[in-house]
T-cell receptor, first 110, second 113 residues
Framework: GIQVEQSPPDLILQEGANSTLRCNFS?????LQWFHQNPWGQLINLFY???GTKQNGRLSATTVATERYSLLYISSSQTTDSGVYFC????????????FGTGTQLKVEL | DTAVSQTPKYLVTQMGNDKSIKCEQN?????MYWYKQDSKKFLKIMFS???????INETVPNRFSPKSPDKAHLNLHINSLELGDSAVYFC????????????FGNGTRLTVT
């Protein structure tokens, strides 16, 4: 069935470190988004990235649609980056809905 | 501010009660959604409306009834609340078509005691 898998499930970083989060999806997609759920529970849009590469400050994302994965890069991590990172995919023929991965729980320590 | 807003932010109620959560968006979007986030943080779609018409209805107990009075509003009514309904409920919206970004409200934390 349609699946979105994220790795790693948990990650602890020292402030200033870099990291890469991965999202694998099981079929072709029309839409791929990355979200950050902050410690207050808000879901923040990071990237809309069905293909290609985008950058926003210390964050960047790359989706290789033909190989069915997306990567989120966090550089020079800060404590405010802590939270859960979700990728979500809108599968071709999937009925116009985003299917979420199980998330990566990130904790950035001083 | 342009946003997806939901009320209330917190809702604590007893088993058996009926409650509603309201959602409004002023982004000009015509598709709205309800998602449920369980205690393990997993987000699962419940319903979707497009221009007041129900287009997605996942396997959700019929105690849950969405209502869309217009394309800017999507409310969720829950009858006969059960302990297992405790979760965070998120409203979201986007323009019609899969190739558009989904925007979420801040969530409603429902606790059933």
């Amino acid at each position: 069935g349609i699946q979105v898998e994220q790795s790693p499930p948990d990650l602890i970083l020292q402030e200033g470190a870099n990291s890469t989060l991965r999202c694998n999806f099981s079929d072709s997609v029309n839409n791929l988004q990355w979200f950050h759920q902050n410690p207050w529970g808000q879901l923040i849009n990071l990237f809309y990235i069905p293909s290609g590469t985008k950058q926003n400050g210390r964050l960047s994302a790359t989706t290789v649609a033909t190989e069915r994965y997306s990567l989120l890069y966090i550089s020079s991590s800060q404590t405010t980056d802590s939270g859960v990172y979700f990728c979500a995919a809108d599968f071709t023929g999937g009925g116009n809905k985003l299917t979420f991965g199980t998330g990566t729980q990130l904790k950035v320590e001083l | 501010d342009t946003a997806v807003s939901q009320t209330p932010k917190y809702l604590v109620t007893q088993m058996g009660n009926d409650k509603s959560i309201k959602c409004e968006q002023n982004l000009g979007h015509d598709t709205m959604y309800w998602y449920k986030q369980d205690s393990k943080k997993f987000l699962k779609i419940m319903f979707s409306y497009n221009n007041k018409e129900l287009i997605i209805n996942e396997t959700v107990p019929n105690r849950f009834s969405p209502k869309s009075p217009d394309k800017a509003h999507l409310n969720l009514h829950i009858n006969s609340l059960e302990l297992g309904d405790s979760a965070v409920y998120f409203c979201a919206s986007r323009r019609t078509g899969a190739r558009t970004s989904l925007h979420f409200g801040n969530g409603t934390r429902l606790t059933v005691t």
